[in-house]
């Protein structure tokens, strides 16, 4: 089973950045598809972006994108997420998983999960 630890989060204001990090352990990190997923107060969480296990194939949630950029590392173990141009509604606990169903929105398709880190937009 993968252990997955989120860095990066922190409060900024609108139409600021940030980049979020997901470092990987106890599994071969290369070979699984990786994913952003994000819960706000109140609601479900969703999906945010995902990327194949080559880094070759990518997909976006509609309203992230342009502005958010998902990529990988595979010889550190980690996954980033550069979000640009960030909104208020971009605010939630942001979770990086780790599946074996490559680039996938679906999240039953991921079977191991980090503990989230926060991002807060002000306007």
Known sequence: QAQLVESGGGLVQAGGSLRLSCAASG???????????RQAPGK???????????GAYTLYQDSVK?????SRDNAKNTVY???NSLKPEDT?????????????RRRYDYDAWG???????SS
């Open 27 to 37: 599994r071969t990190f290369a070979a699984y598809g990786m994913g952003w997923f």
């Open 44 to 54: 479900e969480r969703e999906f945010v972006a995902a990327i194949s296990w080559s």
């Open 66 to 70: 342009g502005r958010f950029t998902i």
């Open 81 to 83: 997420l550069q979000m």
């Open 92 to 104: 939630a606990v942001y979770y990086c998983a780790a599946g074996s169903y490559g680039a996938t």
């Open 115 to 121: 503990q989230g880190t926060q991002v807060t937009v």
